[in-house]
């Protein structure tokens, strides 16, 4: 890859994640969590982050679809706006204030609410223009 591109998609990729980044401070500013809480705001960012991104990846709107635009949104915006390593951190701080449950229940659900929102993503995208889909059995 040339220098002047490469340039540009780390440039694209780190103004993303700071816009991403910014907007989960936000939401973490208007909602703290106490250690011993259900981390809800990152639950909720995490779903968000999931959903968006797999639609970013489904999504057959010119400008989506250019490399610039998926580098940017989906790795820098939605890289620095999702926050995993802050669910491993709060679920953790759960297991320390003796709350197991609450972090055992909060692993799993953030887990499969997020394969979750990918997957409900992926099946309400339209079929692609021109490719022929089987019938559904109705059995």
């Given amino acids: 890859m040339q220098r002047h591109g490469l340039s540009l998609e780390l440039g694209v990729v780190a103004a993303g994640g700071v816009l991403g980044a910014l907007a989960r401070f936000g939401i973490d500013s208007v909602a703290p969590v106490r250690p011993e809480q259900w981390p809800l705001p990152t639950l909720a960012i ?3 982050g999931s959903a968006l991104l797999a ?3 489904v999504s057959r709107w010119g400008p989506l679809r ?3 635009a998926v580098l940017g949104i989906g790795t820098g915006a939605l890289g620095g706006f999702t926050t995993f390593s802050t669910y491993a951190v709060q679920a ?3 297991l320390a204030t ?3 449950t609450l972090a055992i229940t909060y ?3 953030t887990l499969g609410g997020a394969v979750g929102a990918v997957h409900l993503v ?3 995208k339209p079929p692609d223009p021109g490719k022929r889909v089987a019938p559904r059995s109705t059995l």
């Fill in 92 to 94: 953790d701080r759960l």
């Fill in 66 to 68: 250019h490399p610039l």
């Fill in 98 to 100: 003796g709350q197991l």
């Fill in 55 to 57: 639609g970013l990846l």
């Fill in 107 to 109: 692993l799993g659900v």
């Fill in 46 to 48: 995490n779903l968000a």
């Fill in 122 to 124: 992926r099946r309400l």
